[in-house]
């Protein structure tokens, strides 16, 4: 039996609503996934998040955190565009399925945008990038992950199109965790 709107066990205050994930869905579904995307970015430009954080690791390692942050970037874009794809508006429901072609597209280049070979002598596996190539990728992936925002924030998963936006509470929540 579920008293309405009384406190039950502790914080907890069961109400009349209906049980509702929304909330930590965006978050997880979807802010986390932004919140990565930016971080696969970086590191698939730089190889590393920090400016001095590549002086601990060779030129080979980086090119490794370079291409694995391209295959990350891509999945992760393929995931977010998965969880969103039921709420976006229709009118933007076409946009968004292109962006999600041209991610597909993109995905059998990404094995083609480097090369894996062992050195004969010492067996350390050297990690070539064909910069062209991958650049050109990222750059795809970085177009479809900008103009993503506009269809998710006309969807109601940014900002809710009821509320004034204040960034301070919204940075201050992010930085908490939550």
């Given at each position: 039996?579920?008293?309405?709107?009384?406190?039950?066990?502790?914080?907890?205050?069961?109400?009349s609503?209906?049980?509702?994930?929304?909330?930590g869905?965006?978050?997880?579904?979807?802010?986390?996934?932004?919140?990565?995307?930016?971080r696969?970015?970086?590191?698939?430009?730089?190889?590393?998040?920090e400016?001095?954080?590549?002086?601990?690791?060779?030129?080979?390692?980086?090119?490794?955190?370079?291409?694995e942050?391209?295959?990350?970037?891509?999945?992760?874009?393929?995931?977010?565009?998965?969880?969103?794809?039921?709420a976006?508006?229709?009118?933007?429901?076409?946009?968004?399925?292109?962006?999600?072609?041209?991610?597909?597209?993109?995905?059998?280049f990404?094995?083609?945008?480097?090369?894996?070979?062992?050195?004969a002598?010492?067996?350390?596996?050297?990690f070539?990038i064909n910069?062209?190539?991958?650049?050109?990728?990222?750059?795809?992936?970085?177009d479809?992950?900008?103009k993503?925002n506009?269809?998710l924030?006309?969807?109601?998963l940014i900002?809710?199109p009821?509320?004034?936006?204040?960034?301070?509470?919204?940075?201050?929540?992010?930085?908490?965790?939550?």
């Amino acid at each position: 039996m579920v008293n309405k709107g009384k406190e039950m066990g502790g914080d907890i205050t069961l109400g009349s609503d209906a049980w509702n994930v929304a909330d930590g869905f965006t978050k997880l579904k979807i802010l986390r996934q932004l919140i990565m995307l930016d971080r696969w970015d970086t590191i698939a430009q730089f190889g590393t998040e920090e400016i001095d954080e590549d002086n601990y690791i060779n030129d080979n390692q980086i090119r490794k955190r370079r291409i694995e942050a391209l295959q990350r970037f891509h999945s992760t874009i393929k995931q977010l565009l998965g969880n969103v794809m039921f709420a976006i508006r229709s009118d933007d429901l076409e946009k968004v399925k292109v962006m999600l072609d041209r991610v597909k597209t993109v995905e059998e280049f990404i094995q083609k945008s480097y090369s894996l070979k062992e050195d004969a002598v010492s067996h350390d596996d050297s990690f070539e990038i064909n910069e062209d190539l991958f650049k050109k990728i990222l750059e795809i992936l970085q177009d479809v992950k900008d103009k993503l925002n506009t269809p998710l924030n006309s969807a109601g998963l940014i900002f809710r199109p009821s509320e004034e936006v204040d960034l301070d509470k919204i940075m201050s929540e992010i930085i908490e965790g939550g």
